[in-house]
């Protein structure tokens, strides 16, 4: 089974860092989009990010090339979803892919009073 994407993007000069490579930060931030977006609609609401763990870098993108972030749910607590998160680029002019980020997110789901609420029962 094919998986899709949860972000897909590309990535712009503003993204870089003094070296002219795409800057880890926005990459942690594109990651984060894509894990909050998978925890919100999985936890059917309101998530936060509580921690964000276990970060690595294995790869290097360049501007123009197109991220695509991959999240798929590792663990879940009583109030909360872990969700694994995985970036690949893709060259611009071409098809070649490299893994240049990955990480670890923690959500907590709040309800409407913003306070800790239970995983649905699908989760737990």
Excluded: H
Excluded at 11 to 18: G, Q
Excluded at 47 to 69: C, I, K, R, Y
């Amino acid at each position: 089974m094919a998986r899709e994407p949860l972000i897909r993007v590309t990535a712009m000069p503003a993204d870089t860092n003094p070296y002219g490579g795409v800057f880890g930060g926005w990459l942690m931030s594109q990651m984060a989009l894509g894990a909050g977006s998978l925890a919100s609609r999985e936890g059917q609401g309101k998530a936060v990010v509580v921690s964000a763990t276990d970060f690595a870098f294995p790869g290097a993108m360049q501007v123009g090339d197109e991220l695509s972030v991959y999240c798929e749910i590792a663990n879940t607590g009583n109030t909360s979803l872990t969700i694994t998160a995985e970036a690949i680029a893709r060259e611009r002019n071409g098809v070649a892919e490299t893994r240049v980020a990955q990480g670890t997110f923690k959500f907590v789901l709040l309800d409407e009073d913003d306070r800790p609420r239970a995983v649905a029962e699908r989760w737990a």
